[in-house]
DNA sequence: GGGCCCGCAGGG
DNA sequence: CCCTGCGGGCCC
């Protein structure tokens, strides 16, 4: 039998006593519902009865928590439980990766964990629910704009009160029947904790409830190739445990299989498996790297004939330039100059900064002596001494050429040394002549070599923005989504919760309607701002009875007019988001310096990169769409005013993540049906441009191919689509085959 | 050996 | 999201 309340007659809900005596009866601390002390399971110790909370209210079995907001910890816990299963990490390292994937980064440091109790009480000063004075769980918010438990929240309405407990305003009756959780408080609150509990207990509760899940275990052999062969296929687990921006040889302590590191000489049937060691994880693209922080590793396999491969040094040469029309990965043709951006910039990164830079040599190289017959070949660290450009053996364009050194302590597969590299003088390069833009290593570089221990890192090397890839790609693109909300700091994402959905800023005065959506008060007003609430209505010379206007609620199909007459203010929330912004301002400087930025700051460098910057000929894209994304306005159908008087079923309760798409589908039909009423009002201009672009992606979602040609022909005949005939042939040339 | 094709991974 | 990319299978 479980634990019952009394109801709100007083009678016993469990052994049905009418008005027991009231000694027998405890009133919870938290939410004054009483309770009949015999009928429960646990009854208190007498001496605890003053303190006493009831069953629903200290987080009993009967208190299972409610399903969160899209994208909460649910992914979270796969990403954990991806973690413990993978029989490939030792249980430090998953420790580790527990830990950063829950605190942000990797080892939690001082600040992380101030900034979580900083934010806790900064979220415990301006919420806490009236009944219980904890951080409301299920927070819902009433239309006069204060919070409270969900649970709290019913009891009392359940007690027959139809007042806010803090202020006595009304509480109408829809909100009473139905209160909606305030998904933004949700995720804030919940935020605020994960990000202070990062090491206690939700990573203990996580690593129990992991520990007991003994899945079978994935081993080595994960091909998650869907095809035969590997022409299409996913890569495969991942040995190794470094994060895809690490710099330099792969140690053993990151090869959990062998125990042995990547060596020099090692040899993988394709580029997969060679990505399944970490030697160079890119599938197709020649320079892993990324432009603000450096480039990690190249592959030599013989895709541009300016390379020039002499063992110990050879000539690289930068990508991009080549028409990939037509939906190549690859072409031989330079059709455009290279310039010194995304990976060139990458490896010039590199080159500035003296870092080590990974090597593998393919078979595909065929106008190398170094390159091996077959396979790919890990040759060691190398060092970028120079690069600039040139205009091409092609003859027409300009390319990125890049000067490798190698600087390993261990011999090349080629030589019969049994020693690695010692620092050897700069080969004499006959197109340093004619070279263009040329750049430098100015200062010392992190790599170098000392004559005791060899090549090692003199600096520090740069600190790792990624989590380490297990191979499997919905794992890992779970931890990409949880690490990149991490990367944000935390005040930041917290005011993120508080974007009003409107303007897309963080909210200023913020109104929750009943139906629990958050906006801007100026926003959400001015949306209706031509309506009144009633309409006259003169037909002939007789006046008819006002009709009253329904006035939906940006966010949902709900009714908020009655709210719209009088909305409150939700001063707490506003006041925490003040508290937030303050915060978040302050930590604006750290933000900055770590996000790994601090590329090519050494001294002195400057004043070439931005020469080369200023030089680059801009053929700048055309870009149609600003990066605030069609995609945040397309579910913006915006408040549509009607005068249809109808009861609209909403079950719009907490939706589990997943139905979402099919939440925003289900929006626009309904909308797009509705219309026909009387006064439609559009809080944006545009929105028909950007309802159609939603189409258009569900379109090609769909891969409906008769679709998508015909939209492709609307935008050339309309003249709507900037973008350069060949880009888009890739696209619509592979839609139009994968449908078949 | 060359051309075509396209799933996938990553950058921004 | 959209774009890019020194692959790999397959057909000629």
């Known amino acids: ?26 009133r919870c601390t938290t939410c004054a519902t009483p309770w009949h002390s015999p009928c429960l399971s646990k009854p208190p110790a007498l001496a605890d009865a003053a303190q006493w909370s009831c069953p629903d209210c200290s987080g009993g079995p009967t208190h299972a928590p409610a399903p969160l907001a899209p ?63 904890k951080l409301p769980d299920r927070p819902v918010t009433t239309p006069c704009g204060h919070n409270f438990c969900l649970k709290c929240f019913e009891k009392w309405i359940h007690n027959r009160k139809r007042t806010c407990a803090k202020c006595r305003a009304e509480i109408p009756k829809k909100m009473a029947e139905q209160p ?19 090491n ?117 040469t930068g990508s991009g330039g080549r028409d990939l029309s037509g939906n190549k990965r690859t072409n031989k043709d330079q059709s455009s100059d290279q310039k010194f951006e995304k990976l ?19 078979h595909k190289e065929k106008r190398s002596s170094y390159a091996p017959e077959d396979g790919v070949r890990y040759d060691g660290v190398y060092r970028i001494e120079k690069c600039w450009r040139k205009i091409g053996v092609q003859g027409k364009f300009k390319v990125c050429r890049y000067l490798f050194v190698r600087c390993d302590n261990e011999p090349a597969p080629w030589t019969s040394d049994v020693c690695g590299d010692r620092p050897r003088p700069l080969p004499k390069i006959k197109e340093l002549n004619d070279a263009i833009d040329l750049t430098e290593r100015k200062g010392s570089p992190s790599w170098d070599f000392d004559e005791k221990e060899g090549w090692k890192w003199m600096k ?50 913020p109104l929750t309607t009943p139906c629990a959506h958050n906006f801007c008060k ?51 929330m506003m006041d925490l988001i003040e508290s937030l912004q303050k915060k978040a301002a302050e930590e604006g400087d750290i933000q900055t310096c770590s996000d790994g930025s601090n590329g090519a700051q050494e001294s002195g460098d400057d004043g070439d990169n931005a020469d080369l910057e200023k030089e680059e000929d801009d053929s700048s894209p055309n870009e149609e769409d600003n990066n605030d994304a069609g995609c945040l306005h397309a579910d913006d159908d915006g408040p549509v005013v009607k005068i249809v008087v109808e009861s609209k079923e909403e079950d719009l ?6 139905d979402d798409k099919e939440e925003k589908d289900e929006k626009k039909t309904m909308v797009s049906t509705d219309v026909v009423d009387i006064a439609v009002e559009e809080v944006k201009q545009g929105s028909g441009k950007a309802g159609n672009k939603e189409v258009k992606q569900r379109k090609k979602r769909k891969g409906n191919a008769a679709d998508a040609e015909a939209e492709a022909a609307m935008d050339t005949a309309v003249g709507e689509d900037a973008r350069p005939a060949v880009k888009r042939s890739r696209k619509s040339g592979g839609e139009g085959l994968c449908t078949l």
């Open 1 to 26: 039998m479980p634990d019952l309340p009394c109801d709100g007659d007083g009678v016993c809900m469990v052994c049905s006593a009418a008005a027991p005596p009231e000694v027998d009866l405890l």
């Open 71 to 133: 994208g909460g910890s649910s992914d979270l816990v796969a990403a954990i439980r991806a973690i413990e299963t993978d029989a490939a990490l030792s249980d430090q390292e998953k420790a580790r990766r527990r830990q950063e994937l829950l605190g942000g980064a990797a080892p939690a440091t001082e600040d992380e964990e101030d900034e979580g109790d900083d934010l806790l009480e900064i979220l415990g000063k301006n919420f806490s629910c009236v009944f219980c004075m």
């Open 180 to 198: 909606r959780i305030n998904s933004a408080l949700v995720g804030a609150i919940r935020m605020a904790k994960i990000s202070k509990n990062a």
């Open 200 to 316: 206690s207990a939700v990573s203990a509760t996580a690593y129990h409830y992991l520990r007991n899940d003994d899945r079978p275990d994935k081993a080595f052999t994960t091909e998650r190739a869907k095809r035969a062969g590997k022409a299409n296929a996913s890569s495969g687990q991942i040995f190794v445990t470094i994060p895809p921006d690490h710099f330099g040889p792969i140690p053993a302590k990151n090869d959990p299989k062998r125990n042995t590191g990547v060596l020099v000489g090692e040899k993988w049937e394709d580029r997969l498996e060679c990505r399944q060691w970490g030697a160079h994880f890119p599938h197709v693209a020649g320079i892993a790297g990324q432009s603000k922080y450096g480039a990690q590793s190249v592959a030599l396999s013989g895709g541009y004939v300016d390379d020039e491969d002499h063992g110990e040094w050879f000539l690289y």
């Open 344 to 362: 060139n910039a990458a490896l010039r990164i590199s080159c500035l900064k003296g870092y080590p830079v990974r090597v593998v040599r393919s």
């Open 460 to 509: 520090p090397p740069p600190i790792s923005n990624k989590p380490i890839l297990s191979g499997d790609p919905e794992t890992d693109a779970q931890i990409r989504r949880v690490t990149k909300r991490a990367q944000l700091s935390v005040a930041e994402r917290l005011l993120k919760e508080f974007g009003c959905s409107i303007c897309r800023n963080v909210m200023k005065e």
């Open 522 to 572: 100026t926003c959400l007003l001015g949306a209706y701002e031509s309506q009144s609430s009633m309409r006259e209505r003169s037909r002939g010379g007789r006046t008819l009875r006002a009709q009253k206007i329904v006035k939906k609620c940006p966010s949902c199909p709900t009714d908020i007019c009655d709210f719209l007459q009088n909305p409150q203010i939700n001063r707490e």
């Open 653 to 658: 309760q907490l939706k589990k993540k997943g």
